[in-house]
């Protein structure tokens, strides 16, 4: 059952350019608006971490794709349906804006994840832009497995803490699937 407080919560944060930290379909993130540059470079910031390394986001459905991205394949929508496993895709070109100029990669391409998870879904649902997905510690340390394993410079740094599945001790710890996906539908596998 997903909190409706919490979403709503979450969304006031989120709508004035804040921080979140919320659970994902894979590990607790650390989120914002990735419309918004300023909070997209506030995220970087927190996690003490060079914006040439790009950050993923993730959307609530596939249809919303070529909102944001030029060129999907039809291949990438059959990817994404027969996917099991949380899977990222690497696409070549965000369209910036309305995606925040500093979240792409140098080479203008954007990780984004289309969620199956119900409370991420609500939450891209109801903020109706992407929202970005970074694991919840400093660059280069280990990503937390569960909630309580994120450390208090984190949990200090963000605006919000989603109350939503905080005391799951069963938090899937193994990342999402990596592709790159050209516009020409060549797949690459990342990870």
Do not use: H
């Not at 979140?20 to 650390?30: A, K, S």
């Not at 349906?81 to 990222?88: H, S, Y």
């Not at 309580?148 to 799951?168: F, G, P």
């Amino acid at each position: 059952m997903i909190d409706k407080a919490d979403i709503d919560n979450a969304l006031q944060v989120l709508k004035r350019g804040g921080i979140i930290l919320y659970p994902t379909d894979t590990i607790w993130g650390i989120g914002c608006d990735a419309t918004n540059a300023e909070a997209v470079e506030r995220v970087y910031r927190i996690k003490n971490r060079v914006d040439s390394k790009a950050m993923i986001c993730l959307l609530a459905d596939a249809d919303d794709l070529e909102r944001w991205v030029c060129g999907v394949p039809e291949v990438a929508y059959e990817l994404l349906e027969a996917a099991v496993e949380p899977l990222t895709v690497i696409y070549d070109r965000a369209i910036v804006p309305p995606i925040a100029p500093n979240l792409p990669a140098a080479d203008g391409s954007l990780a984004v994840r289309v969620t199956k998870d119900a409370f991420c879904r609500e939450l891209c649902r109801r903020l109706r832009k992407p929202l970005v997905s970074t694991s919840a510690n400093i660059s280069g340390k280990p990503a937390p497995k569960a909630y309580n394993a994120i450390t208090k410079e984190i949990l200090e740094a963000v605006d919000y803490v989603c109350s939503s599945r905080r005391a799951s001790s069963e938090a899937n710890v193994k990342p999402s699937s990596i592709i790159k996906l050209t516009e020409s539908g060549v797949v690459k596998i990342i990870r």
